[in-house]
């Protein structure tokens, strides 16, 4: 696919930087590339810290997205200013949400031990899947002198700096993940609306003896999501996520204490579940780690950059507590409810007693409020190129545009959460859709196109992609029939 110059690197300084012309292989199986004196190709940049624009990163489920906003935050964020227990929080947080919740539904789906051995393997591979995506970020950089790489840039980049045929698909890359991106983050406010309407039904079906579907409890929620969605400022929003962080914290030691309460024994739980229900559990547990677009950022943002990476690292560190937390609430949730489990833990919870129907209030007040941040992604992705077409053309577009961007999008993932008020199926669907590509498959994808490979490395990358296929392809088979049921 021909193309023109990329647009990803812009600016008034020019740098160059050789491909590769000697080499060395490394431990891990690369080929690492060294500088020469003659050039390849010449990349532009704009240096951010000089410039009137300042950085300002959001942290959401499938990553963190660095968006460029002027005169919002103090100019001073963005150099590295992070610590590495504040980097293992941002860690953790990124990691913890809707997902971890359901994945009581997923031990179901797959049995009690296999599902703590399977689960413990992929979060032990999307751990390694960061750590490629870090070093192919750290080699990218060095190659085109730039001071930061996002998820995006990295493929772009991996692609641009190629000497064959493939760099001319690097804009397709870009475009690929960008895609890859909105359509996780939309499928993220879809689940959240269906989690909001589903815990305010069964508190309001209590308190009151009112009996409405799911669908119209959507509609309602997404009544209430609209004005809050057309908040544009991040500055704004950022004090949102904070309170839901402290709402989460609460809300998982009271889940916690019911679970601990009155266990069966482990014998009267299934060790494997059906082979049917496979597809389902892989799609749910994939979409519990989906925050490997955090790892560049954070990265970025270190002070001892040194400790992120490496075996007793911040990101070992953090994702061995996430795996551990995964594995406490998928394996004690399933183990207490059984086949009772539901999409989320929190609806089984007693529905009798106000201490755990306010667990309920706590986790839908803390996803309503990070629904804002989660939403700030793929507008900002669509208004980027809305914006970019207007300038091309040389045409005006009314202020309000946007607004009804917002208000469109909005209407539309009120649209899919009514046509599959199930939230189970809903993340089985979009961890086997998206998360497959987002967590596995483009990040052995990037180390392959980065480096010179051994035939080790080129055997564990084709593992992990042909891991990801199959789950992308009968994850999604399994949730898509699964929906059709209910229909």
Known sequence: MPQQESELFSGNDADTTALLTSQSETDSGHVRSYVTSKTDRQ????????SDDVVYDIHTASGSHVVVKSGEIPVDVVGATTTNTECLMHLLKGNTGVGILALPVAYKNGGLWLSLGVVTLIGII???CMHI????????????????LDYASVMETAFKTRKDWLRN????????????????QLGFCCTYTVFIAENVRQVVQYAAPILLDTKLYIVMVTAMLVPYSMVKSLK?????????????LFGFILVFVNLWQDLPDTRTRPSVAKAGDIPLFFGQVLFAFEGIGLVLPLYKKMKEQD????KAGVLNLGLTIVIAL?????????LKYGNETKGSITLNLPNDQWLYLSVKLIFASSVFLTYGIQFYVPIEIIWHFVDKKR????????????????????????????????????????????????????PAVIELITFDCSKTVYMKNGFIIILGLVGCVTGTYSSIVEIYKTF
Request: glycine fraction near 6%; aromatic fraction near 12%; hydrophobic fraction near 50%.
């Open 43 to 50: 990349f532009k940049f704009e240096d951010r810290t000089t």
């Open 126 to 128: 999307c751990t390694h």
């Open 133 to 148: 995506l870090v070093l192919s970020g750290n080699e990218l950089r060095k190659r085109t002198k730039s001071q930061h």
């Open 169 to 184: 698909w690097s804009r397709f890359a870009r475009r690929m993940v960008n895609i890859f991106l909105v359509t996780t």
């Open 236 to 248: 704004i929003l950022a004090p949102f996520s904070a309170i839901a962080n402290v709402l989460n």
């Open 307 to 310: 400790a992120f990476l490496g």
């Open 326 to 334: 995964d594995n406490a609430v998928g394996f004690y949730g399933y």
């Open 391 to 442: 300038k091309i053309g040389s045409t005006s577009i009314p202020a309000y545009t946007e607004y009804f961007i917002r208000l469109f999008l909005v209407l539309l993932i009120c649209g899919l959460s009514t046509l599959v008020p199930h939230l189970d199926l809903l993340i089985a669907l979009i961890g086997a859709c998206e998360s497959s590509f987002i967590a596995l498959i483009l």
